[in-house]
């Protein structure tokens, strides 16, 4: 039986990078998924494609989840659709690097609306879904190693990520009553769209490389397995956790 066999699954921000190799790989674990998209219609519809080719099934719900009711919506779609809410993949993110002296006000409330509190809804809709259906569930955040570490470029950006990994430290103790565990996972370097042009300095790209253990920067599919695990019932004693995907990054001082 697949590990994800019978269970409904939310990720968002999922028409790209992360969120869709998520979608896909909850799909190809058995899960039927929901996901959530801002803008790109096309790429959305393709993800569906790539759910349903997996054998599942797959719905696409589009919404800015830097608003509070797109996270009611999302929820409300997916349990019209499928019946019922078990994970919630709360993806979705922004990180335009900027230098921290002229950093723009737009920017940073922007960044802070879109990953935290964006972050924070999804987790609260779903949460409050899963507690009506009583047989608990789980909230997976894709946090970053920034929750960790600083980035000169990133002072806007690194506190939501710190922020979402504390989210789940605290949603683990409010939701353990209603059998919902909360983990994230912190990926550390990963080639998507959201660091194509940063990565693009080649010099900046090898730097980043070299610090690895393991040698190469991440794919998008690298966070699969460790989302799939945190959703399915092998963690079913893990909660309150922080999963670092980073190829052996954080460790590697000197
Ligand atoms: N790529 C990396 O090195 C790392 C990425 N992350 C996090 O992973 C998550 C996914 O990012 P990636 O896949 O890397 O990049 P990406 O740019 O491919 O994915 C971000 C997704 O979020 C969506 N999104 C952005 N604003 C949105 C909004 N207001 N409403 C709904 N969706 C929105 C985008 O459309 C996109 O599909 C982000 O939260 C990011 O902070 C964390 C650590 C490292
Ligand atoms: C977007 C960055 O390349 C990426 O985002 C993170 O959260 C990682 O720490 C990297 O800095």
Redesign the pocket.
């Known amino acids: 039986m697949k590990l994800l066999a019978g269970k409904t699954v939310l990720v968002?921000?999922?028409?790209?990078?992360?969120?869709?190799?998520a979608a896909v790989g909850v799909a190809q674990a058995g899960a039927d998924v929901v996901i959530?998209?801002?803008?790109?219609d096309d790429?959305a519809a393709a993800c569906v494609a790539e759910i349903e080719a997996a054998g599942q099934r797959g719905l696409a719900v589009k919404?800015?989840?830097?608003a509070p009711e797109?996270a009611t919506e999302f929820v409300t779609k997916a349990v019209e659709a499928f019946g019922k809410v078990d994970v919630m993949v709360s993806?979705?993110?922004?990180?335009p690097f900027h230098s921290f002296l002229d950093m723009p006000v737009e920017t940073v409330q922007r960044t802070m609306q879109?990953?935290l509190l964006?972050g924070y809804f999804m987790c609260q809709a779903a949460a409050n879904q899963m507690v009506k259906q009583g047989h608990g569930g789980a909230l997976i955040a894709?946090?970053?190693?920034?929750a960790l570490v600083g980035g000169e470029y990133q002072t806007h950006?690194t506190p939501t990520?710190a922020g979402l990994h504390s989210l789940m430290q605290s949603t683990a103790i409010a939701l353990g009553k209603h059998k919902i565990r909360c983990n994230s996972v912190?990926?550390?370097?990963?080639?998507?769209?959201?660091?194509k042009e940063d990565l693009a300095d080649v010099e900046k790209r090898k730097y980043m490389e070299a610090r690895i253990p393991l040698g190469r920067l991440?794919q998008?599919e690298d966070l699969a397995g460790p989302i799939v695990f945190l959703a399915s019932d092998m963690a079913a004693y893990v909660t309150g956790a922080a999963l670092l995907v980073d190829g052996g990054a954080f460790v590697n001082l000197q």
Do not use: F, M, Q, W
């Not at 959530?36 to 790109?40: E, I, K, V």
């Open positions: 968002t921000g999922a028409s790209t990078g992360i969120g869709r190799a959530n998209y801002h803008s790109r790429d919404g800015d989840v830097a797109t993806n979705a993110g922004i990180c879109v990953n964006g894709v946090s970053s190693i920034s950006y990520k912190l990926p550390g370097t990963i080639l998507t769209e959201i660091n991440g998008a």
